[in-house]
T-cell receptor
Framework: NAGVTQTPKFQVLKTGQSMTLQCAQD?????MSWYRQDPGMGLRLIHY???????DQGEVPNGYNVSRSTTEDFPLRLLSAAPSQTSVYFC???????????????FGQGTRLTVV | AQKITQTQPGMFVQEKEAVTLDCTYDTSDQSYGLFWYKQPSSGEMIFLIYQGSYDEQNATEGRYSLNFQKARKSANLVISASQLGDSAMYFC????????????FGKGNQVVVIP
């Protein structure tokens, strides 16, 4: 049972380059989200999705795009990378029942991104 | 908006001792869920324990318990009989309808268990 899979695990980008962080889950979860983790800042929500075709912005959405064409996949796109986007990125999923507020999130292993 | 506050500095705990990690929160929701996650140095996020806002009893999971004081809006994590493997960063989080069920995190508490 793979759970939430993120690729790649590590990435170095040059300023201005674009890339997509991949996230896939095999638990049939409706709710998926992307976080970034910076030292001393905890996890901050970038974008989230409540189901295929539905996405919304989180706390720090600027510089990132998302789409959700399938239940399983929720890629995060950096259109023009900046050094301020150097961070560890986590994808998470939750079972989107009516009781979502009482449901834990399952996390991927994280992607460590460095923008030089 | 939801806000989670974890302000304790890094903590050193003697092995086999208990440790309490503080978490206070602010929300306009009447119904919400509170969660604690552990992040060891390897980096993964591990779910530890959950407390519902209408649960009358404090949640427990093995050596983890949650000291929930709704009126004070606090949800402290208690780890009993600390082990070396408990050395990690610990995050308090919450979600509720007002925040569209987004999971909001505090900034974390660092715990180091010493033998």
């Amino acid at each position: 049972n793979a759970g939430v899979t993120q690729t790649p695990k590590f990435q170095v980008l040059k300023t201005g380059q674009s890339m997509t962080l991949q996230c896939a889950q095999d638990m049939n979860h409706e709710y998926m989200s992307w976080y970034r983790q910076d030292p001393g800042m905890g996890l901050r929500l970038i974008h989230y999705s409540v189901g295929a075709g539905i996405t919304d912005q989180g706390e720090v959405p600027n510089g990132y795009n998302v789409s959700r064409s399938t239940t399983e996949d929720f890629p995060l796109r950096l259109l023009s990378a900046a050094p301020s986007q150097t961070s560890v990125y986590f994808c998470a999923s939750s079972h989107g029942t009516a009781d979502l507020m009482n449901t834990e999130a399952f996390f991927g292993q994280g992607t460590r991104l460095t923008v030089v | 908006a939801q806000k989670i506050t974890q302000t304790q500095p890094g903590m050193f705990v003697q092995e086999k001792e208990a440790v309490t990690l503080d978490c206070t929160y602010d929300t306009s929701d009447q119904s919400y869920g509170l969660f604690w996650y552990k992040q060891p140095s390897s980096g993964e996020m591990i779910f530890l324990i959950y407390q519902g806002s209408y649960d009358e009893q404090n949640a427990t999971e093995g050596r983890y318990s949650l000291n929930f004081q709704k009126a004070r809006k606090s949800a402290n994590l208690v780890i009993s009989a600390s082990q070396l493997g408990d050395s990690a960063m610990y995050f308090c989080a919450m979600r509720g309808l007002y925040g569209n069920n987004r999971l909001a995190f505090g900034k974390g508490n660092q715990v180091v268990v010493i033998p």
